[in-house]
């Protein structure tokens, strides 16, 4: 065999060599992966989870259930089973919080008003609403069982009617005078409707809502721990979060009251 010909016979062995190489790695991969233990699918963990509720054994129903939370799931319901496992453990402010969150996702469900009042009853916190703007006031009162999507849907309605009325009221001038008052009643429930979607906008996600989540908080007038104790935050309270330093948040009460508290004590719905 010639020189040359030994010289490309020794690259081609290096070459297969190689691949055999990169083969048997891709294969070790791939059994290896296929080796690691997979993660349950979201409905063996709920599963499991009313299984564990119903067994009254809530610390491992609510671990399944914030599992599925951890794969990305998101729902009321979900929200509204993990309140309950907390609420069964004494986890009162925990439990207030999952309401809260489920609240906004599923605000018609009875269980759910009903055990959130429950839960507030339990909470010695300060929950009045003085301080609330009157507007907010207003909003919550007429649209207090609504979700900020089910008001958006409501002033798109009230606006594509409003947008046909007024355009049969310009192409018929015959049925003018029986449209002035539809008219004008729709564009007054559109500008409510309106109004009350960026009011609830503003409140759900403009302003940083928080619950209490620890028992006996001290709020202190500034973020150090040597500073004077203001008040005591129960556990289960309503606060505003109006900023975060640190290892710190500022808070306001529904009062009004401001004070710090630690980061890890509250935490934002």
């Known amino acids: 065999m010639l020189k040359n010909d030994k010289q490309k016979y020794y690259n081609l062995v290096k070459i297969c060599g190689g691949l055999i190489i990169l083969s048997l790695c891709a294969v070790f991969i791939y059994f290896s ?14 599963y499991t989870a009313n299984h564990s509720y119903e067994s009254k054994d809530y610390l491992k129903a609510m671990e399944n259930y914030i599992a599925i939370l951890d794969q990305g799931i998101e729902s009321g319901n979900l929200y509204y089973n993990i309140g309950n ?9 925990h439990a207030i919080l999952c309401y809260e969150k489920a609240r906004r996702l599923i605000p018609h469900d009875s269980d759910l ?18 301080s609330e703007n009157i507007l907010m006031k207003v909003v919550g ?8 999507r089910e008001i958006i849907l409501a002033a798109t309605v009230l606006y594509l009617i409003l947008i046909i ?25 559109f500008l409510i409707s309106l109004l009350g979607s960026l009011v609830r906008y503003f409140d759900d996600h403009i302003l940083r809502h928080g619950i209490v989540i620890q028992k006996d908080i001290a709020c202190k007038y500034e973020p150090i721990d ?7 935050l129960r ?31 509250v935490e934002e719905i």
């Open 33 to 46: 992966s296929e080796a690691q233990e997979k993660k349950p699918e979201p409905y063996q963990l709920f």
């Open 85 to 93: 496992s907390f609420l069964k453990l004494g986890r009162l402010g």
């Open 113 to 130: 008003r009903a055990n959130l009042a429950y839960a507030r009853s339990l909470a010695e916190s300060v929950n009045d609403g003085s």
């Open 141 to 148: 009162a007429i649209f207090g069982s609504y979700n900020l």
């Open 165 to 189: 009325l007024v355009g049969i009221f310009v192409a018929n001038p015959f049925a003018s005078r029986r449209l002035k008052i539809p008219i004008f009643l729709v564009a007054i429930l």
């Open 226 to 232: 040597k500073s004077t104790t203001y008040y005591i």
């Open 235 to 265: 556990e289960g309270s309503d606060v505003r979060i109006l900023s975060t330093r640190n290892a710190w948040r500022q808070i306001a009460r529904p009062d009004g009251k401001t004070g710090w508290v630690k980061r890890d004590a």
